[in-house]
T-cell receptor, first 115, second 107 residues
Framework: GAGVSQSPSNKVTEKGKDVELRCDPI?????LYWYRQSLGQGLEFLIY????????KSGLPSDRFSAERTGGSVSTLTIQRTQQEDSAVYLC?????????????FGPGTRLTVL | KNEVEQSPQNLTAQEGEFITINCSYS?????LHWLQQHPGGGIVSLFM???GKKKHGRLIATINIQEKHSSLHITASHPRDSAVYIC?????????FGKGTHLIIQP
């Protein structure tokens, strides 16, 4: 079956613009995760969803970041008023069952460049 | 201070060698994740464990809950094992990752 897909694969934007990143999880996966990987930095956990609910949003870097999930499927990560430090690869993953306790399947990522 | 520390940061070895990558964490876990990322490639989950030992092919992961330590072993290493290996601590607050171990296996 299809894996996790993300779009766009690459996004170049100007500082101050808003961007929206999309994740399509594996069908039937109830848990969905967003991560960020910056050049030279490690993998950073941002947020996870169980169904449409995100129990803890404290991992989001600032209030310019928001995420939502609808219909227990597609999720969008929105970054408002982008800054250069937002440049990174944004990764999405999904899993069956209880979040954080099951194997995660990763998407290919969206490379965001803020000029 | 990162809650998850990996060692070594970089490792170069010859094909066939037995490889060990270590991961230590300071806060209790619900699960410990090992991920693999090939150069320019995506991330693959290798193991998720909360106790004992798991084996998949030439890869073995162990965890000692009391010592807050996990190891990833690769037997009969091969150049295709060259990748970054990332350890992640799962807890109620999400996942915290180490900075990764960059492994190069030379033929």
């Amino acid at each position: 079956g299809a894996g996790v897909s993300q779009s766009p694969s690459n996004k170049v934007t100007e500082k101050g613009k808003d961007v929206e990143l999309r994740c399509d999880p594996i069908s039937g996966h109830t848990a969905l995760y967003w991560y960020r990987q910056s050049l030279g930095q490690g993998l950073e956990f941002l947020i996870y969803f169980q169904g449409n609910s995100a129990p803890d949003k404290s991992g989001l870097p600032s209030d310019r970041f928001s995420a939502e999930r609808t219909g227990g499927s597609v999720s969008t990560l929105t970054i408002q008023r982008t800054q250069q430090e937002d440049s990174a690869v944004y990764l999405c993953a999904s899993s069956l069952g209880r979040p954080l306790y099951n194997e995660q399947f990763f998407g290919p990522g969206t490379r965001l460049t803020v000029l | 201070k990162n809650e998850v520390e990996q060692s070594p940061q970089n490792l170069t070895a010859q094909e066939g060698e037995f490889i060990t990558i270590n991961c230590s964490y300071s806060v209790g876990i619900s699960a410990l994740h090992w991920l693999q990322q090939h150069p320019g490639g995506g991330i693959v989950s290798l193991f998720m464990l909360s106790s004992g030992k798991k084996k998949h092919g030439r890869l073995i992961a162990t965890i000692n809950i009391q010592e807050k330590h996990s190891s990833l072993h690769i037997t009969a290493s091969h150049p295709r094992d060259s990748a970054v290996y990332i350890c992640g601590r799962g807890g109620a607050d999400g996942l915290t990752f180490g900075k990764g171990t960059h492994l190069i296996i030379q033929p």
